[in-house]
Structures are given as structure tokens and as C-alpha cells.
T-cell receptor, first 114, second 114 residues
Framework: AQSVTQLGSHVSVSEGALVLLRCNYS??????LFWYVQYPNQGLQLLLK??????LVKGINGFEAEFKKSETSFHLTKPSAHMSDAAEYFC????????????FGKGITLSVRP | DSGVTQTPKHLITATGQRVTLRCSPR?????VYWYQQSLDQGLQFLIQ???????AKGNILERFSAQQFPDLHSELNLSSLELGDSALYFC?????????????FGEGSWLTVV
């Protein structure tokens, strides 16, 4: 069975600091991986996804993530945090077969200090 | 705006009642998914439909049912409601059942059972 682990439930950074949100997956075969963001009282918005092309994936709002098969990781980074980045971030995994479900981690709340 | 429309946005109902949540997928999308988000369980996959047919089932209770209509809109029916069913219910859609497709989420329907 596939699963995603997001260590910690809350990360706090200063504005302008590096953002690093960790995600490790468990899957018997290389999966597809996704990062979604949820702003307060809103739905989930896709930040980026890995679908077995380039291992370094660039997304919206300056975020990027690197797929590392040897470490079974897909950590999300942003060089310089902005106040508007404060939100909840979800890593998700999906098998490459048809009709596989998208499985989410528990999410990490990112706070940005002025 | 993801293009996925959910109604109602908020709903308060009593235990034992039945409610129907409605979802219009993005134009042209054939797959519809339903997810439940709660504080204790996180984001849980409930069910997927593709072009009117059920394709994948997750942790959906027997009291819950869903369908996708010929015009591709979908409904999630929740019956014999319990306090623990209070949650945010997301509908999402994607172009096909290809696992690498982006899944677009609506803003959710907040259900409160009192």
C-alpha cells in the first residue's frame, strides 16, 4: 500500500528565510507525487507534481521539489518565504496505474513571521 | 478558481438526517472524486467515478453513496448522519483516469451535524 509521511505538523519561518517541508513516501513502485496547498477556508490547489520526467520539479509561487528515489523523498522548498505562503501544505502519492487513489499526508501548517 | 463547483458551501443538519452534496466538475473532465477532510482523520479518499461508472472506492461508509450523472455532475448522499460525519467534503475532477493527471479540487462543502 502507498503512503506519505510528513514529519511534524507545524513549521515556522521568518519572512525571507528558506522554506523546507519534508515528505517521504512508501510505495512498492515509483509513484507519482504531488504537493497541494490549502489556504484558510479554501480548497486544495496544486503546487507541483512529479510524473517521472525531470526529478527537480518547479511549481507555482516559487516552490520546487526534488524527487529522490534513493531516499524515497519529495521535499518541498522555496528559497525565500513570503507572508502570503502561510497555509497548510499536503504531500500526496498516487500509483501509476489507472484508477489508483490519491493518498494524502497529514499536512504541515506553515507560519511565516514578519 | 479551479473550475470545480460544489454546493452547498455550508450545511447544518441534525443527527439522523440525510443530505446531498452536489458537484460540477471542470468542463470536459470525466473523472470525479470525493474526499472527506476532518481534524482527526485528515484527507480521506471516499470514491471515484469515471464517465458515470464507479472506478475506485476508499473509506466510504455504507451510509454514504455517490453517483455520477450523464452530464458528468456528481452527488454524494450522506444518510443517517452522526456527529462524527461533520467534516469538509471535497469534490475534485480530472480529465481522465490517468494517474498523472492533475486532480482539481473544489472549495468544499462544510457539513455540520448537530
Amino acid at each position: 500500500a502507498q503512503s506519505v509521511t510528513q514529519l511534524g505538523s507545524h513549521v515556522s519561518v521568518s519572512e525571507g528565510a528558506l522554506v523546507l517541508l519534508r515528505c517521504n513516501y512508501s510505495s512498492s513502485v515509483p509513484p507519482y507525487l504531488f504537493w497541494y496547498v490549502q489556504y484558510p477556508n479554501q480548497g486544495l490547489q496544486l503546487l507541483l507534481k512529479y510524473t517521472s520526467a525531470a526529478t527537480l520539479v518547479k511549481g507555482i509561487n516559487g516552490f520546487e521539489a526534488e524527487f529522490k528515489k534513493s531516499e524515497t523523498s519529495f521535499h518541498l522548498t522555496k528559497p525565500s518565504a513570503h507572508m502570503s505562503d502561510a497555509a497548510e501544505y499536503f504531500c500526496a502519492v498516487r500509483h501509476t496505474g489507472a484508477n489508483s487513489k490519491l493518498t494524502f499526508g497529514k499536512g504541515i501548517t506553515l507560519s511565516v513571521r514578519p | 478558481d479551479s473550475g470545480v463547483t460544489q454546493t452547498p458551501k455550508h450545511l447544518i443538519t441534525a443527527t439522523g438526517q440525510r443530505v446531498t452534496l452536489r458537484c460540477s466538475p471542470r468542463s470536459g473532465d470525466l473523472s470525479v472524486y470525493w474526499y472527506q477532510q476532518s481534524l482527526d482523520q485528515g484527507l480521506q479518499f471516499l470514491i471515484q467515478y469515471y464517465n458515470g461508472e464507479e472506478r475506485a472506492k476508499g473509506n466510504i461508509l455504507e451510509r454514504f453513496s455517490a453517483q455520477q450523472f450523464p452530464d458528468l455532475h456528481s452527488e454524494l448522499n450522506l444518510s443517517s448522519l452522526e456527529l462524527g460525519d461533520s467534516a469538509l467534503y471535497f469534490c475534485a475532477s480530472s480529465a481522465s483516469d490517468y494517474s498523472g493527471n492533475t486532480i482539481y479540487f473544489g472549495e468544499g462543502s462544510w457539513l455540520t451535524v448537530v
